[in-house]
């Protein structure tokens, strides 16, 4: 652990693989460029439970390296024949983390389909393995975010999980957040990729959040405990991320974002990639403009993505409001405004127009946020 | 030769009785002040003996002691001067003692034997009413405000007047009340643009005495609002009146000229102020802003810049409107029961909430930021409002309904009040339940917008609350932006 900023540094050049990316250290970059050769996809599944894989995830987290498969290093064999996997199963037992080999057939298998998968991922959380083979969908995008991109995420988060697909995210703070907290509000299912340790909760802000989401969905990291979060793991958890899913939404991102790095990943093994379009203006919004221009699907609301997915959609039922605050939403509809701007565009008066707008925030078809209402549909 | 005089010692905003004595003896001549004297109070020697002599009276060249009884209460600042002179020109039978026993006296003594008005003398009259004395002698500028202590006042503008009237040759002119001259208006809401609904939540802090704080980005007006609520705040009824004005007596800060208080007072301290400073304190307690916005307003303007243990120390006083200080010296009471207002940013660069400007806070900055204010206090403000940047042509619109008008509204919604709380009818209490469950409301939470839907009620003379009510109190609870 020669650095651990505390920083997602996820700046790299998307053009340049991830091992000469900058800020690799040269163990994780030989362990990618050097000692690796393609995925073990030939061996029989479920061959040695899973030992090996076990083996390698805390060789990797030994050496701080990035590994696909077994390295021919005489460092690698002496570790492995002293490495205990019972013992080590054991303590995974009652930290209270499971792990989940690369060759289970439980194994998600979008994500063993990606040409770097995991050895294999820890698991922190009650809910089944099957979880995480079922219809998943990313959302990510920037930590310091707008609120419109915060809103839109969290509308986003509880509309795709309340429609049944796996909302997966990062746990990082703004647009992944509002993600988890989405689908969490819609009593859906929710996976949290983490870039360190299974046992740390990182940022330590969100750390009730991913209680939460444990409690409901899953927390996963190909990370064995004890792994600091520094910035080279955080482009390695967004394959992660992307290789869940069969799509992948980038909500708001600025022209070098690690979010950016989730959907080339998404776009390399095939993947849709959804963007969600920003002002032209706003520095917030130029990734996933560019990503627009480069052919990513514009989305422009839940049913866009659910109709990718096959999955059925019907119309939300109509609202019922009351006349002034039909007109108001009416209004709200063409644009964020502050709560003045509203009175005098609708005529009510400032009593009348806070009632209004409650009902429509209890009804689910405004939000506020810094003194400005926004329609939510 | 003993004579002795009753004048009274302030502890916080309660006068004590304290006896001075003086004793006059032979023996190599001095003068001693015993009796727990602080600096200002033993400093008084000088002050006397040069007043004696400016006044043309004689200093007994002899062996003088002054007792302050009882011995063990500390004594404050200079407003003994003057009962020590005449105690001591009484025991040098210059004047009579009988006489001096019936009057209680407060003031200090220039050099020049004149005598100048002090601090407290509000209280310092009301003790010595209550100790069955019959007049006071004090400085023509606080003539009038003794009086209103329920006593009768002897303006004295220099000791050798107080001495005359004491021998029975001079009878001063009554105390003549100050000249009325007009408070200066407070600021008027006509003033302000647009702003409609912190405007009405101005009005609703007013009618229901709620506390009130307006959140938004540096610019946008939240101080010229907050300042403005006195404006349209009902007058006092004369006993509130005479709360403040004991306090403010005993802080040193009445306006001689007008020691009658009629408006509710306005106290803005400075966001580097002390915990001392706000809640009151020192070594004999003295109140602070906190006590001096006692049946007004205090505004705390930029709240997180304040110092977190003053703000902490706010919660009692906000709670149960009083501020209980325990020093050595003694335990003070202060009342304080204020209306909050404060203001503040939505992050340490000012630039959340801003369409113009970009946050470029931390993650980290925005924690601290928001840590600190607890939770415990923003639950303590009934109504918050953020305040958005206003539009060029809001700005640009003609004046706004000014102060007056708000004010009748807000006096027939307090009456309203007074008469009979309106209840809530039963879709009121669905919505107030169904909001409970939808948005993260605590008890106390559920509580505060009870009472805010009560005020908009009475406002709009309803005689019970009514969904729209409640929906409407629901528009200013605490936004999800400022709870960490």
């Known amino acids: 652990m020669t650095q651990s900023r505390g920083q997602e540094g996820a700046r790299g050049n998307r053009e340049v693989p991830l091992s000469a990316r900058a800020g690799v250290p040269a163990t994780a970059r030989r362990g990618l460029a050097g000692e690796t050769g393609f995925p073990p996809r030939d061996r029989a599944e479920g061959e040695g439970g899973g030992v090996n894989e076990l083996v390698l995830a805390s060789f990797a987290a030994a050496s701080d390296a990035h590994l696909v498969c077994e390295p021919r290093s005489a460092r690698f064999a002496a570790f492995k024949a002293r490495f205990d996997a019972h013992a080590e199963l054991k303590r995974l037992e009652t930290l209270g983390f499971r792990f989940l080999a690369r060759t289970d057939p439980a194994f998600p298998p979008l994500l063993r389909a990606i040409h770097d998968p995991p050895p294999g991922l820890f698991l922190r959380g009650e809910a089944e393995v099957?979880?995480?083979?079922?219809?998943?969908?990313?959302?990510?995008?920037?930590?310091?975010?707008?609120?419109?991109?915060?809103?839109?995420?969290?509308?986003?988060?509880?509309?795709?999980a309340a429609a049944g697909l796996v909302v997966v995210s990062g746990l990082a703070r703004g647009i992944d957040a509002e993600a988890h907290r989405g689908a969490l509000e819609a009593a859906g299912t929710t996976v949290a990729v983490l870039g360190c340790g299974i046992d740390r909760d990182y940022p330590a802000a969100n750390?009730?959040?991913?209680?939460?989401?444990?409690?409901?969905?899953?927390?996963?990291?190909?990370?064995?405990?004890?792994?600091?979060?520094?910035?080279?793991?955080?482009?390695?958890?967004?394959?992660?991320?992307?290789?869940?899913?069969?799509?992948?939404?980038?909500?708001?991102?600025?022209?070098?974002?690690?979010?950016?790095?989730?959907?080339?990943?998404?776009?390399?093994?095939?993947?849709?990639?959804?963007?969600?379009?920003?002002?032209?203006?706003?520095?917030?919004?130029?990734?996933?403009?560019?990503?627009?221009?480069?052919?990513?699907?514009?989305?422009?609301?839940?049913?866009?993505?659910?109709?990718?997915?096959?999955?059925?959609?019907?119309?939300?039922?109509?609202?019922?409001?009351?006349v002034p605050a039909a007109g108001v939403l009416e209004r709200v509809r063409d644009g964020a405004a502050g709560a003045d701007e509203l009175a005098r565009a609708t005529g009510l008066c400032a009593g009348e127009l806070a009632a209004a707008l409650t009902e429509l925030e209890l009804a689910g078809a405004v939000t506020q946020e810094e003194g400005v209402y926004r329609a939510c549909r | 030769m003993l004579a002795r005089s009753v004048t009274h010692a302030l502890i916080g905003l309660e006068p004590r009785r304290v006896e001075v004595e003086a004793h006059i003896d032979g023996g190599l001549p001095g003068f001693t002040i015993v009796g727990l004297a602080d600096r200002a109070c033993a400093e008084a020697k000088h002050r006397v003996r040069s007043g004696i002599g400016s006044a043309q009276l004689e200093w007994p060249l002899k062996r003088i002691t002054v007792n302050l009884a009882p011995a063990g209460l500390r004594k404050e600042g200079s407003g003994f001067d003057l009962s020590i002179a005449l105690v001591v020109l009484a025991a040098s039978q210059q004047l009579p003692a009988e006489r001096l026993a019936e009057h209680a006296a407060v003031g200090e003594l220039a050099l020049d034997g004149r005598i100048r008005p002090v601090r407290g003398t509000f209280a310092v009259a009301e003790g010595a009413r209550r100790s069955g004395l019959e007049r006071i002698l004090c400085a023509p500028e606080s003539a009038f405000e003794a009086e209103l202590g329920g006593i009768e006042a002897v303006p004295v503008r220099h000791l050798a007047e107080?001495?005359?009237?004491?021998?029975?040759?001079?009878?001063?002119?009554?105390?003549?009340?100050?000249?009325?001259?007009?408070?200066?208006?407070?600021?008027?809401?006509?003033?302000?643009?647009?702003?409609?609904?912190?405007?009405?939540?101005?009005?609703?802090?007013?009618?229901?005495?709620?506390?009130?704080?307006?959140?938004?980005?540096?610019?946008?007006?939240?101080?010229?609002?907050?300042?403005?609520?006195?404006?349209?705040?009902?007058?006092?009824?004369?006993?509130?009146?005479?709360?403040?004005?004991?306090?403010?007596?005993?802080?040193?800060?009445?306006?001689?000229?007008?020691?009658?208080?009629?408006?509710?007072?306005?106290?803005?301290?400075?966001?580097s102020a002390s915990t001392a400073a706000i809640v009151g304190g020192g070594s004999g307690p003295r109140p602070g802003e906190a006590s001096l916005?006692?049946?007004?307003?205090?505004?705390?303007?930029?709240?997180?810049?304040?110092?977190?243990?003053?703000?902490?120390?706010?919660?009692?006083?906000?709670?149960?409107?009083?501020?209980?200080?325990?020093r050595a010296a003694g335990q003070a009471l202060f009342p304080a029961r204020f209306q909050l207002v404060a203001t503040m940013n939505l992050c340490p660069c000012a630039g959340r909430g801003d369409p113009a400007a970009v946050c470029s806070c931390s993650p980290q900055r925005l924690a601290a930021f928001r840590d600190k204010l607890s939770r415990a206090l923003l639950d303590r403000f009934d109504l918050v409002v953020t305040v958005p940047r206003s539009r060029a042509e809001e700005l640009a619109a003609g004046p706004s309904e000014s102060s007056a008008p708000v004010r009748e509204r807000v006096a027939a919604g307090r009456l309203r009040l007074s008469c009979a709380l309106p209840a809530r009818t039963v879709e009121a209490d669905e919505l107030l339940s169904r909001a409970v469950e939808r948005l993260p409301l605590s008890g106390r939470g559920r509580a505060r917008v009870a009472r805010v839907a009560r005020t908009a009620a009475a406002l709009a003379g309803a005689d019970v609350v009514l969904p729209e009510h409640v929906a409407e109190a629901l528009a200013y609870r605490s936004p999800k932006e400022l709870a960490a």
């Open chain 1, 130 to 160: 099957q979880l995480l083979a079922r219809p998943a969908v990313a959302i990510v995008g920037a930590r310091a975010c707008s609120p419109y991109g915060r809103q839109i995420s969290r509308l986003l988060g509880r509309e795709l």
């Open chain 2, 162 to 271: 107080a001495v005359a009237y004491l021998r029975g040759e001079l009878r001063p002119p009554p105390a003549e009340p100050p000249n009325e001259m007009p408070e200066p208006d407070p600021p008027d809401l006509a003033d302000v643009r647009g702003q409609e609904r912190a405007r009405r939540a101005l009005e609703l802090a007013a009618t229901g005495g709620h506390n009130l704080l307006f959140a938004g980005p540096p610019g946008t007006g939240k101080t010229m609002l907050g300042r403005r609520l006195p404006s349209i705040l009902p007058p006092l009824e004369p006993r509130e009146a005479l709360e403040v004005m004991r306090i403010h007596s005993v802080a040193g800060v009445l306006a001689l000229e007008q020691p009658l208080i009629t408006r509710p007072p306005f106290r803005a301290p400075h966001h």
């Open chain 2, 293 to 326: 916005a006692h049946r007004g307003v205090l505004l705390l303007d930029e709240l997180p810049e304040f110092q977190r243990p003053a703000l902490e120390a706010l919660r009692q006083p906000l709670e149960d409107g009083t501020i209980s200080i325990a």
């Open chain 1, 207 to 322: 750390r009730e959040l991913a209680r939460q989401v444990a409690a409901i969905g899953l927390v996963v990291s190909e990370y064995a405990p004890g792994v600091e979060p520094a910035p080279w793991r955080f482009p390695a958890r967004n394959r992660i991320v992307a290789g869940l899913c069969a799509a992948t939404i980038v909500v708001e991102a600025r022209e070098r974002s690690g979010a950016l790095i989730t959907a080339d990943f998404a776009l390399e093994e095939g993947r849709e990639v959804f963007s969600v379009p920003g002002e032209i203006t706003s520095a917030l919004s130029a990734g996933v403009n560019a990503l627009l221009r480069l052919g990513a699907t514009p989305l422009t609301c839940a049913q866009d993505v659910l109709e990718s997915y096959g999955i059925a959609v019907h119309d939300p039922p109509e609202l019922e409001v009351g």
